[in-house]
């Protein structure tokens, strides 16, 4: 299917564990970018892409990393979920054009207990 | 760092109606784009319009408009004859062009269209 996906759409993880969110889209954008939304704060970004190989940090990126070694795949990785993470997580992308608007996935809501 | 501010946590309407939403940013760049997302009860972020800060004629699409004042950095979403589907959350974002092309939003304005 082309678009954006991200998957799983609901996960409930225990406090410390290590957690991988996906996302993958289909247009070869070179933009990717993750967010997460929380009440009252609107959409935060932690991280984002360039392109392959191409990643920087965002305004939220402690206890998160990323990496992209496809176009395509830009996995979100909580190395040790705290509580504070409890947030839903939406994957965007956008192509290198300026006028071109950036898609998100369905989001992911993350419950760490 | 830019800033995008929506002072208005929560607003209501009639349908049929008009509203506004405001949007205020702060930034010292010149050359940017503003957009306004919608987001329904499903999450799906759906894009509404978009301005570009170069072009001094408002953006409209059919029944969202919005009122872009540079000078005064105010970016205002005017929804006309307002439905029962318009009832979402409603982000302001930023982007400036060049480098990093990442989107910058504000904390949203909650919109219920009541019936």
């Known amino acids: 299917d082309a678009g954006i996906t991200q998957s799983p759409r609901y996960k409930i993880t225990e406090t410390g564990r290590q957690v991988t969110l996906m996302c993958h889209q289909t247009w070869s954008h070179s933009y990717m970018f993750w967010y997460r939304q929380d009440l009252g704060h609107g959409l935060r970004l932690i991280y984002y892409s360039a392109a392959a190989d191409i990643t920087d940090k965002g305004e939220v990126p402690d206890g998160y990393v990323v990496s992209r070694s496809k176009t395509e795949n830009f996995p979100l990785t909580l190395e040790s979920a705290t509580r504070s993470q409890t947030s839903v997580y939406f994957c965007?992308?956008?192509?290198?054009?300026?006028?071109?608007?950036?898609?998100f996935g369905q989001g992911t809501r993350l419950t760490v207990v | 760092a830019q800033t995008v501010t929506q002072s208005q946590p929560e607003m209501s309407v009639q349908e049929a109606e008009t509203v506004t939403l405001s949007c205020t940013y702060d930034?010292?760049?010149?050359?940017?784009?503003l957009f306004w997302y919608k987001q329904p009860p499903s999450r799906q972020m759906i894009l509404v319009i978009r301005?570009?800060?170069?072009?001094?004629q408002n953006a409209t699409e059919n029944r969202f408009s919005v009122n872009f004042q540079k000078a005064a950095k105010s970016f205002s979403l005017k929804i006309s004859d307002s439905q029962l589907g318009d009832t979402a959350m409603y982000f302001c974002a930023f982007m400036k062009l060049g480098g990093s092309e990442k989107l910058v939003f504000g904390k949203g304005t909650k919109l219920t269209v009541n019936p």
């Open positions: 930034t010292s760049e010149n050359n940017y784009y």
């Open positions: 301005q570009e800060a170069y072009k001094q």
């Open positions: 965007a992308s956008r192509g290198v054009w300026e006028n071109t608007e950036a898609f």
